[in-house]
């Protein structure tokens, strides 16, 4: 949902805030075999993940790998991490490693800037992670909050595109402009005073208004290297007809291009996604889909 410091400029570059959802998640069994075998979506990013994982620790790699959903990749909604995390943590439970969700983050470089999908793999919920340091390994969680269970988010998707990532990513940031100290104290007092508290009493409108501002400064900083606040226009032409319907929390996750909103009760937000869709059947390249938050970190199964 959005950095609150992206320069650093009082020593910690970053902190972030984001929510666990149970509709889009990354499900993979992982078993001992003769050969390795990887199968299912997302399998070149999962062979890489194993790559990397099994070399680091010093583990074989002859594994077999089924992978019943993932994550859209690039999208913004923290794809590598969950699966970096979910093959690191079978091998943990296969070889008896003794690591820590935070020791597999570590090997795989996750959380270099946002600590949400580490935070969100521990504990679910919405969590506000502290940004990096001087001797930051992870990017310590601040805050773990259950989201309340009627909160719905819609999730709009442009099929067409990704996000930036990798090392335009890299270039991105180094390119951007100083992220004023003022702006980000502002930021901070937002989101501790305003926005949190809000959650905590179920006012969902206070929430919004408070990610919605957060999102505008990040994503007017962020406008240079993307195009806009939204990185696709037809995104951003949904979120304002959203906000007109009484959506709230307004804003892209990550570098986009999805865009997303919060909306109080399972049946309103269906039934303005169901408006959404019929709205921009014009925009064959968006789709909107509803969402619950989850109150819960990644389920690991022995058998």
């Known amino acids: 949902m959005g950095f609150i410091d992206l320069s650093g400029s009082l020593g910690r570059h970053f902190g972030s805030i984001g929510v666990a959802l149970n509709e889009h998640a990354t499900r993979l069994s992982v078993s001992a075999a003769a050969h390795r075998l990887i199968t299912g979506p997302s399998a070149p990013r999962a062979e890489a993940c194993l790559t990397l994982l099994c070399q680091a620790l010093g583990v074989p790699d002859k594994l077999n790998i089924t992978i019943e959903t993932a994550i859209p990749e690039h999208v913004g909604l923290g794809s590598g991490t969950q699966m970096s995390l979910a ?17 597999i983050a570590s090997v795989m470089d996750r959380g270099l800037r946002s600590g949400v999908g580490i935070g969100v793999f521990e ?3 919405l969590v ?11 990017p310590p969680v601040l805050v773990h909050m259950d989201v309340p269970e009627q909160w719905r988010f819609i999730l709009v998707f442009d099929q067409r595109g990704q996000g930036l990532h990798g090392q335009q990513e890299i270039q991105a940031f180094k390119k951007l402009p100083p992220f004023p100290q003022q702006e980000a104290a502002r930021l ?5 005073m305003q926005g949190l508290p809000a ?43 959203l906000d ?6 307004i804003g892209q996750t990550s570098w986009g291009p999805t865009g997303f909103c919060a909306i109080e009760g399972a049946q309103p937000a269906e039934a303005i996604a169901c408006q959404a869709r019929q709205q921009f059947a014009h925009f064959d390249q968006l789709s909107f889909f509803t969402a619950s938050a989850r109150n819960s970190g990644g389920d690991i199964f022995v058998i």
């Open 188 to 192: 901070c007092y937002l989101l501790l």
């Open 128 to 138: 506000v992670d502290g940004g990096r340091g001087e001797n930051t390994i992870t």
């Open 87 to 103: 093959i690191g943590t079978a091998l943990n439970e296969i070889y008896e490693l003794g690591l820590t969700i935070r020791d």
């Open 123 to 125: 504990q679910g919920g």
């Open 244 to 249: 007109r319907q009484g959506a709230v929390a």
């Open 199 to 241: 959650l905590a009493e179920n006012d969902i409108i206070k929430f919004g208004e408070v990610i919605t501002q957060l999102q505008r400064s990040v994503g007017e900083h962020f406008a240079l290297a993307q195009g806009g606040v939204f990185a696709s226009l037809e995104v951003a032409q949904a979120m304002q007809w």
